[in-house]
């Protein structure tokens, strides 16, 4: 179960907030093709 996932850009500024347990991540992925997690719309 992928709850966030991030394109490798997004990644420096993204990861303070996974690492956040109110944000609830509990799967996240880092997306190497730029674009993808635009498009499957996840946090």
């Known amino acids: 179960m992928i709850t966030h ?3 490798l850009d997004a990644v420096p500024e993204i ?3 996974w690492c ?3 944000h ?3 799967k996240a992925m880092v997306d190497l093709d730029p674009g993808v ?3 499957r ?3």
């Open 41 to 43: 719309k996840l946090p």
């Open 5 to 7: 996932r991030a394109d």
């Open 24 to 26: 609830g991540v509990i």
């Open 37 to 39: 997690a635009q498009q």
């Open 20 to 22: 956040d347990p109110s």
């Open 15 to 17: 990861m303070p907030r």
